[in-house]
């Protein structure tokens, strides 16, 4: 691969490299929902965890996310043999393909524990491949124009929308074969087939030079200056106002996907091969905002696109509470039709407003700390995450939604409403436009 991409290709070559490598790595990001559907089925079914264990497990599996800054720092001041980004993802997919494959291995008789530590081992190599992904995306965002054509991926917004394009095939591919898979075999079975893929991810990784690649070359500076050029930047009020504002819109939210999945399987007992549909649903409009962002939407004013995204989720989750207390199903909509639509695009609503924030932020990020900064910014939406995750398990709680009664589940949709829409009166913490300066390094 090396000595077909490598040198001589000139830019065009270069791109191509780029986008194999990106869009492998997002394709494989995205399709971790295939394993990720059976590890559900599994916890309930097979090991009869509750809706709130469930979901506590889902979103303490995700605290491995939270170090995102450690390792942005890592790949950003460590060179392994002359290299920065491609050995820490081969190193992130090997951690991931050792955890599913000692899962599977394990399966017949594993604790709830002993599956959470190879979950959490399993996001940890995720994160740390994701963090170098993303400091690659940064890095090449920042480029000059590499020929009079502008077919470089790098153009402002456009390799962004690339990898979420990638990123949402993979999800699309991968919630297809797990609704299917999850019918017909195992839970076992579909994660030895992503264990397997990890494999080949991983071969494919090591085999590419990351001088190929054409990425901006610097001293290794190492982890304590990195460190201060990481909080010199979290210092700029652009940057520190517009991560804080996007943190606090999602971590202010309680969360109730966990209790939402046993409703739909336990109390309506609707099918595995449903869910998998409409996650499919959701992928595929995931796929479709990458492609309507990066052809219309880019010149819109990121606080403008933000807020008009958050409102959005809230109008849905009213739509849920009408779904849940039986509105639509007295008009005569199935509520299979009602899962796969409404329940399967909100889904990933909660995840439209991370591209054109990711754009943004990629702009105002000062050079040399792009990992650091990308990688701050997924660890504080990870963290946002779990924070949402554990309000809601409270919620639920409070409002004493069980595995068996869920009366208390139209007061927490509203509830959740509610706290979704609060963060749009403080959205001017985020810019209304990019700064001419950014734009100019394009």
Same mark, same amino acid.
């Given at each position: 691969?090396?000595?077909?991409?490598?040198?001589?290709?000139?830019?065009?070559?270069?791109?191509?490299?780029?986008?194999?490598?990106?869009?492998?790595?997002?394709?494989?990001?995205?399709?971790?929902?295939?394993?990720?559907?059976?590890?559900?089925?599994?916890?309930?079914?097979?090991?009869?965890?509750?809706?709130?264990?469930?979901?506590?497990?889902?979103?303490?599996?995700?605290?491995?996310?939270?170090?995102?800054?450690?390792?942005?720092?890592?790949?950003?001041?460590?060179?392994?043999?002359?290299?920065?980004?491609?050995?820490?993802?081969?190193?992130?997919?090997?951690?991931?393909?050792?955890?599913?494959?000692?899962?599977?291995?394990?399966?017949?008789?594993?604790?709830?524990?002993?599956?959470?530590?190879?979950?959490?081992?399993?996001?940890?190599?995720?994160?740390?491949?994701?963090?170098?992904?993303?400091?690659?995306?940064?890095?090449?965002?920042?480029?000059?124009?590499?020929?009079?054509?502008?077919?470089?991926?790098?153009?402002?917004?456009?390799?962004? $929308?690339? /990898?979420?394009?990638? @990123?949402?095939?993979? =999800?699309?591919?991968?919630? &297809? *074969?797990? !609704? #299917?898979?999850?019918?017909?075999?195992?839970?076992?079975?579909?994660?030895?087939?992503?264990?397997?893929?990890?494999?080949?991810?991983?071969?494919?990784?090591?085999?590419?030079?990351?001088?190929?690649?054409?990425?901006?070359?610097?001293?290794?500076?190492?982890?304590?200056?990195?460190?201060?050029?990481?909080?010199?930047?979290?210092?700029?009020?652009?940057?520190?106002?517009?991560?804080?504002?996007?943190?606090?819109?999602?971590?202010?939210?309680?969360?109730?996907?966990?209790?939402?999945?046993?409703?739909?399987?336990?109390?309506?007992?609707?099918? $595995?091969? /449903?869910?998998?549909? @409409?996650?499919?649903? =959701?992928?595929?409009?995931? &796929? *479709?905002? !990458? #492609?309507?962002?990066?052809?219309?939407?880019?010149?819109?004013?990121?606080?403008?696109?933000?807020?008009?995204?958050?409102?959005?989720?809230?109008?849905?989750?009213?739509?849920?509470?009408?779904?849940?207390?039986?509105?639509?199903?007295?008009?005569?909509?199935?509520?299979?039709?009602?899962?796969?639509?409404?329940?399967?695009?909100?889904?990933?609503?909660?995840?439209?407003?991370?591209?054109?924030?990711?754009?943004?932020?990629?702009?105002?990020?000062?050079?040399?700390?792009?990992?650091?900064?990308?990688?701050?910014?997924?660890?504080?939406?990870?963290?946002?995450?779990?924070?949402?995750?554990?309000?809601?398990?409270?919620?639920?709680?409070?409002?004493?939604?069980?595995?068996?009664?869920?009366?208390?589940?139209?007061?927490?949709?509203?509830?959740?409403?509610?706290?979704?829409?609060?963060?749009?009166?403080?959205?001017?913490?985020?810019?209304?436009?990019?700064?001419?300066?950014?734009?100019?390094?394009?």
């Amino acid at each position: 691969m090396v000595s077909s991409y490598g040198g001589g290709g000139g830019s065009n070559g270069r791109d191509k490299l780029i986008k194999r490598v990106l869009g492998l790595g997002y394709w494989v990001q995205g399709f971790r929902c295939f394993p990720w559907l059976a590890v559900s089925f599994f916890l309930k079914d097979g090991l009869n965890v509750n809706p709130s264990t469930l979901q506590l497990l889902q979103n303490s599996a995700n605290l491995p996310m939270v170090g995102k800054p450690l390792y942005g720092l890592v790949s950003d001041s460590i060179y392994i043999s002359g290299q920065h980004r491609i050995p820490y993802i081969a190193f992130g997919v090997f951690l991931q393909a050792v955890s599913w494959l000692l899962i599977t291995i394990s399966s017949s008789d594993i604790s709830i524990f002993t599956i959470s530590i190879y979950l959490l081992l399993s996001n940890l190599g995720a994160s740390i491949a994701e963090v170098a992904n993303d400091a690659i995306v940064a890095e090449m965002s920042k480029q000059p124009p590499s020929s009079t054509k502008h077919t470089e991926p790098s153009s402002s917004g456009s390799l962004q $929308s690339f /990898v979420w394009i990638a @990123s949402s095939a993979g =999800g699309v591919l991968g919630n &297809l *074969l797990g !609704g #299917i898979f999850i019918a017909r075999f195992s839970s076992p079975s579909m994660f030895l087939l992503f264990g397997i893929l990890l494999a080949i991810q991983l071969v494919i990784t090591t085999s590419v030079r990351e001088s190929s690649l054409g990425l901006p070359k610097g001293p290794s500076v190492g982890i304590r200056k990195q460190l201060s050029e990481l909080l010199l930047a979290l210092k700029k009020p652009e940057i520190a106002y517009s991560i804080s504002w996007f943190t606090a819109s999602y971590a202010i939210i309680p969360a109730l996907t966990g209790i939402m999945f046993f409703y739909q399987t336990h109390h309506l007992n609707i099918n $595995s091969s /449903v869910l998998g549909i @409409s996650k499919v649903f =959701g992928q595929a409009t995931m &796929l *479709l905002w !990458g #492609i309507i962002y990066n052809q219309h939407l880019k010149s819109v004013p990121p606080r403008k696109l933000i807020s008009a995204i958050q409102f959005m989720m809230a109008f849905f989750m009213v739509s849920d509470f009408l779904f849940v207390r039986g509105f639509y199903r007295q008009m005569g909509v199935p509520d299979s039709l009602y899962v796969v639509t409404f329940s399967g695009f909100l889904e990933v609503l909660f995840f439209f407003k991370i591209l054109p924030f990711s754009v943004l932020i990629a702009q105002l990020c000062p050079p040399g700390c792009e990992g650091s900064i990308m990688a701050f910014l997924m660890s504080a939406i990870a963290l946002a995450f779990i924070v949402s995750g554990y309000l809601g398990v409270a919620l639920a709680s409070y409002i004493k939604i069980t595995g068996s009664d869920f009366s208390g589940l139209p007061l927490g949709l509203v509830i959740q409403a509610v706290c979704t829409v609060l963060p749009t009166f403080w959205s001017s913490c985020i810019p209304d436009h990019i700064p001419s300066k950014a734009k100019r390094k394009d």
